[in-house]
């Protein structure tokens, strides 16, 4: 089985039509077959979402290189448009969002909002932090979050779990003189 670095590729990620060839254009286009592109799309959004759970990526920037977009072992390609179906895909399940207009950066999220949310109410439980304050930073990067899913999560996502818990009344969130050090004070 293929590897990239330690993360495990599945099977179809070496079979060439899910990287469909264009020996026109000498790059991978969608599935033509309806049916097949479908279950091409599924594949495809399953193994994004794995890979960037895995590997704690939070943005897909399509205009970079991004690992999973290319197989040099069967010397595929995925062109733009692929790259973008999948994602676009992403979006429609709300798995994924465009952070600009002209689709080229794509926030990925792996666990949606509300399970961020679970998971941050998890972790103050966890480790007795109700009625405590925290600054964002420290929940990102803090010592007490080291091994934990939050340590290095994208600060976009962060906020806007903190904020979902805010309206439920679960923290207060304030301001600081800086971003670095914006807190929350829990009161789940």
């Known amino acids: 089985m293929q590897k990239l670095g ?18 026109r254009f000498f790059i ?6 309806r049916e097949t592109r479908e ?21 897909i920037r399509l205009e970079e ?9 069967i010397e595929r390609t995925l062109s733009h448009e692929a790259r973008e179906a999948f994602l ?3 979006v429609a399940e709300g798995r994924a969002e465009w952070l600009d207009k002209g689709r080229r950066n794509c926030l990925i999220l792996w666990h949606r909002i509300q399970e961020w949310a679970d ?3 998890n972790f103050v439980k966890d480790n007795g ?3 405590s304050v925290m600054t964002v930073e420290e929940i990102r990067s803090g010592i007490e979050s080291r091994g934990t899913e939050l340590h ?16 439920k009344g679960k923290l207060a969130i304030f301001k600081g003189t800086s971003t670095d050090d914006e807190g929350v004070k829990f009161s789940v």
């Open 6 to 23: 330690d993360f495990k590729l599945p099977h179809f990620f070496n079979y060439p039509p899910y990287f469909t060839y264009s020996p």
């Open 28 to 33: 991978s286009v969608l599935q033509p077959v």
């Open 39 to 59: 279950k091409q799309i599924q594949l495809w959004k399953e193994l994004i979402l794995d890979y960037c759970r895995t590997q704690k990526i939070f943005i």
């Open 65 to 73: 290189e991004f690992p999973l977009f290319s197989n040099s072992v």
């Open 88 to 90: 676009s895909a992403l």
């Open 119 to 121: 998971i941050i109410v």
């Open 129 to 131: 932090f109700e009625d």
């Open 152 to 167: 290095g999560i994208d600060r976009t996502i962060l906020m806007r779990a903190l904020k979902l818990l805010e309206q």
